[in-house]
């Protein structure tokens, strides 16, 4: 099996599923459902998880001597990352269509991810 990342972004994410009303809460939650379910009948589920708002995160970033630490997202954009999932699924093909389930208000990108073969410690 090989493992895939899959990032869920959407354009100002936060506000719209704070302003979503209930029905399209109960929508949203049936296709992450579906999109589990595809997952584990074509894989492994690895690990899923919906992320804080960027305002809470904390970036670290090369300023030529060091790293500076900033509070807040890596970039400035419209669009924020919501969540992710690790899967486990045979091949690209596989991991991109079990993706066209999750909810369509979100920009998809999947990812292979490299085994750079760190040893434990």
Do not use: N
Request: glycine share 8%.
């Amino acid at each position: 099996m090989t493992r895939f990342l899959i990032l869920m972004a959407e354009e100002d994410h936060f506000a719209r599923w704070d302003a979503a009303d209930d029905a399209t809460q109960v929508q949203v939650f049936a296709d992450l459902r579906a999109f589990t379910a595809a997952v584990r009948t074509r894989g492994r589920f690895l690990s899923g998880e919906a992320l804080v708002h960027p305002k809470d995160a904390r970036t670290l970033r090369s300023d030529g001597q060091g790293r500076r630490l900033t509070e807040g997202p890596y970039a400035e954009t419209v669009e924020q990352l919501g969540g992710f999932y690790l899967v486990g699924l045979p091949d690209l093909t596989s991991a991109t269509e079990v993706a066209s389930l999750l909810p369509h208000d979100y920009t998809i990108e999947v990812r292979e991810c490299l085994d750079v073969g760190v040893p434990d410690e």
